[in-house]
C-alpha cells in the first residue's frame, strides 16, 4: 500500500499561479504518477503525467489545454510530484488529486491509476 498525500491548493485570482504538491508514503522511482481533476458535476479528467524517471511528461491536449501553462515534476529521491499551474483560469476550477501507477509510464487514464490522493480544491475566480 502507499499514501499520497496532495497539498497547495487554495483560492486565486485569475492570471494567477499555485504549486501543488503530492508526498509519497514509499518509493516511486519505478512508477509512473499522474495529476487529475474533477470539477463538480463532472468526470475525472486528466491533466499530466509523469514517467518513473521523470524524463518523460505528457500533457493533456483537450480545448482549452493545460500545456504550456502547467508542468509536471518529479523528486525522485524525496517521492514527490508537484504540478507547477501557471495562467490560472476560472476553467482550471476543480478538486485535483494525484495517482501513483504500478506501470513504470503511468497513463492517460483513471484505471491506469493504483493510488490515488484524497484530492486538494483549487478555485479561480474571475
Known amino acids: 500500500q502507499v499514501q499520497l498525500v496532495e497539498s497547495g491548493g487554495g483560492l486565486v485570482q485569475a492570471g494567477g499561479s499555485l504549486r501543488l504538491s503530492c508526498a509519497a508514503s514509499r518509493r516511486t522511482s519505478t512508477s509512473g504518477m499522474g495529476w487529475f481533476r474533477q470539477a463538480p458535476g463532472k468526470e475525472r479528467d486528466f491533466v499530466a503525467r509523469?514517467?518513473?524517471?521523470?524524463?518523460?511528461?505528457?500533457?493533456?491536449s483537450y480545448t482549452d489545454s493545460v500545456k504550456g501553462r502547467f508542468t509536471i515534476s518529479r523528486d525522485i529521491a524525496k517521492n514527490t510530484v508537484t504540478l507547477q499551474m501557471n495562467s490560472l483560469k476560472p476553467e482550471d476550477t476543480a478538486v485535483y488529486y494525484c495517482a501513483l501507477s504500478n506501470s513504470p509510464r503511468g497513463g492517460l487514464l483513471p484505471p491506469d491509476y493504483d493510488y490515488w490522493g484524497q484530492g486538494t480544491q483549487v478555485t479561480v475566480s474571475s
Open positions: 509523469s514517467s518513473w524517471t521523470g524524463g518523460t511528461t505528457y500533457y493533456a
